[in-house]
């Protein structure tokens, strides 16, 4: 079964203004600059942070040089406290398999472009209170930190090897059937801002897409709740789709590399017939950057 096809819609073949190799004379010199003052002011010395990482700050923050250093600074200093670099051997996540026992989550195959496509069913997590006796909130944010440092790693650099060209965001496909207004509450507010929290402080610019699939009437109600926690920018990549419109989503995703209950035709035989469990994507064949395959390494000696 493929992983995509060299199909994209026709606004997929045009250059991304801000993105590597497509700058403009004005946002290149910001680049510079922010480099100059990463060495000068001894912010980091990794050569983990390459041009193409660094323009996911400029992006967010509007190439405005004075607040991409302070976003970037903030970030590193973040990343420090929280030992990210050695988060496959210090972080205890151990609790999060039976969690996606009953959670459906996961990466499934890639868009039309070459993108990870991220799948999510979050009224399977319903009740709320469940979940968190599994996993608290602790638990629950060390796992998405390890996730968002494997696809910059791992997925990324696996699927960029494998389209032939450079891929640095991901698309997302979040089921929406079951779900209740009733299920909105307080603390189910509060761990949907903990991955919120975590993407637009320190891993901005990841996100390509986002469908809402399967859309209730209620779900009006509680899109108008979350809007205000949500950037501009990220509000225009959201398509809120209603059941049985997958259409729009079939531009971009072939119907094979989604689950039949997403109204694809997938059905991961192979794989136990759990398209949420089986990580089915280019970095199975594909190696990751230089640090990926240190987490690799980590992931091994941690288990």
Known sequence: MKFFTRKQPVEEEQ?????LDCLTEEQQDTLEVLKKYIQEEGITTSDRYTDQYLLRFCRAREFVLDEVKLMFKEFIEWRDLREVDDCFLLYDVSNIADVKKFYKHGFHGTDKSGRPLYLDCPCTAAPIEDLLKVADKTEMTR???????????VRLPACSEASGKLIDQVTSVV???GLK???????????????????QKNYPEVMHSL?????????KAIWCVLKPF??????????????????????YV?????????????????????????????WKEFPG?????EYKKQIAAHH
């Open 175 to 177: 089921d929406l059937n």
């Open 211 to 219: 469908f809402f699939i399967n859309s209730p009437m209620s779900f």
């Open 254 to 282: 072939d119907e094979e590399n989604l689950p039949i209950e997403f109204g694809g035709q997938c059905t991961c035989e192979e794989y136990d017939g759990d398209c949420f469990e089986s990580d089915r994507g280019p």
């Open 143 to 153: 796992n998405y930190i390890q996730q968002f440092e494997y696809l910059l790693h």
């Open 15 to 19: 250059k991304l203004i801000g993105h």
């Open 289 to 293: 950057d230089k640090y990926g395959e």
């Open 181 to 199: 207004i009733a299920m909105f509450k307080k603390s189910s507010r509060e761990l949907i801002k903990i991955p919120m929290g975590i993407t």
């Open 230 to 251: 949500i950037p501009e920018k990220t509000k225009k990549k959201v398509t809120i789709l209603r059941p049985k419109c997958q259409e729009e989503l079939f531009e």
